[in-house]
């Protein structure tokens, strides 16, 4: 079982910047991809951004050139950080991840974490 736990989020202005963390744990041999996921209530969740093992990135039109997606491979953690926030950037954010358990996995499982909330209001 792998638990992902994401820390960062809060209330802030707009324009205002916030870093949002992922830490993944548990039984892990390897992490392909993990992502950023945005959900506000009664629409459906959105992609945010991704980030390969390899560090190959893709943003949604909507974050580009305000938010930046990193990862430690060795801590299996993922970041983002969100400068340039806006009201329409409020929204549950969730932590995704594709992990390989053992050596020998022959797929990857797929794991969320709980979310975290982002509020940007002034």
């Known amino acids: 079982q792998v638990h992902l736990v994401e820390s960062g989020g809060g209330l802030v202005q707009p324009g205002g910047s916030l870093r949002l963390s992922c830490a993944a744990s548990g039984s892990i041999f390897k992490i392909n991809v993990m992502a950023w996921y945005r959900q506000d209530p009664g629409k459906e969740r959105e992609l945010v951004a991704t980030i390969t093992s390899g560090g190959r990135i893709n943003y949604a039109d909507s974050v580009k050139g305000r938010f930046t997606i990193s990862r430690d491979n060795a801590q299996n953690t993922v970041y983002l950080q969100m400068n340039s926030l806006k009201p329409e950037d409020t929204a549950v954010y969730y932590c995704?991840?594709?992990?390989?358990?053992?050596?020998?996995?022959?797929?990857?499982?797929?794991?969320w974490g709980q979310g975290t909330q982002v509020t940007v209001s002034s």
């Open positions: 995704y991840a594709e992990v390989a358990p053992y050596i020998n996995s022959r797929s990857y499982v797929r794991y």
